[in-house]
């Protein structure tokens, strides 16, 4: 199908975009999950506010210990090493099973996350790594840890006139484990479940377990799951009733094999 | 709805042109240009038949919106002529049988020839999990696995 008519704006500076935001506009990345919306006319917005061409919207910068990337950079690019060190041997990782390489080339790190599908991968792998979400609004830049910011099915943390400038993510030391699951019986589609675990020396491993029918589930200190894993995965899953049993019984397997993985 | 007017440089030509807001680009490259070589299959982003090259990267043209890729260049399956990739990927599908209706062929030759370029020591596996993005109802696959994987081959022994 084609879209329903809507005005595209192209701003041309970030408070051209704010004001765009302000007077109901949606804004857009990649469009690479809002381009299917619109074609679907799930999504009918009077205004796209397009962010793509903005000053910065794209890179990666290292201060201390944190690496800060523009909420417009591609996976491809994250694929590709644009993330230095340990942590982006881990995100590169992650970017290659999105999708497919012709949807990375234009898909965004902080266009998925906005976005917030449940199954989609930095909602699962960006609280797993302890990042957090940089705001951008009309009294300037607010931070929203990456564990607080999926709320629920396509909702944040993100306020009508904010948009989603940077992706904080914490530099890992090169002993840092890490484990990843997810569940596609293609390469390229939305997972079915999800699981990641990242352990650290001398911290408590923290877990997730995502692509449910609401924002993931972080579990900030998941000891009891690396030293149980298999009681503590069944546990973990009867948390969510409402799931049907093969989802269940998928999730549980996720996070076993997570944690497999990031004992290995 | 007023139009929007577009800069874009097409196979190499620059072209000057109106869309509609809400359009993608392969809905303008397909009506305006009549560059029909590029299909529209699923329309979200999921078969590869509409894929094609913008600013050198394969992308999606059912979900990349025409008002975006102003100022951008595009390069579609009809501007790959003179492209020795290209010449040795159309040599190898005709081949190997990779390709039955040719609905799917635009899309799977423009990702072939990145797998070929971004890739050269991608094995049969490899081969696969690249082309998942791209749906072909005819083959079985079995064909443009291998068409991709002799391409690729000749060139490492080249």
Redesign the interface.
Known sequence: ????????A?PTDWSDALKLLAEGARP?AG??SL??L???RLAQPDT?A?L??LPGYAGVAVDGGMVRIGAGTTH?AIEDGAVPGRVGEIMAAVARGI?????R??GTIGGSLAHADPAADWVAVLPALGATAVALGPKGERRIAAAEFVKGIFETALAADELLRFIEVPVQPAEARWGHWKFCR???EFSKATACVLALPGKPPRAVLAALDGPPMVIADASALMKDPAAEAARIVQGFPELAPWRRAIAETALRRAVAMAAA | MSKIALSLTVNGEPRQLLAEPREQLADVLRRELMLTGTHVGCEHGVCGACTVEIDGAPARSCIAHAGSCDGASIRTIEGFGDDGVMAALREAFSREHALQCGYCTPGMLVTARDIVLRLPNADEARVREELAGNLCRCTGYRGIVRAVLSVLADRKNS
């Open positions: 199908m084609k879209p329903a008519s809507f005005i595209y192209r857009g469009t690479q381009g299917p619109l074609n679907l796209i397009d793509r061409h491809a999708a497919y390489r012709p949807v080339n234009r293609k390469v390229g």
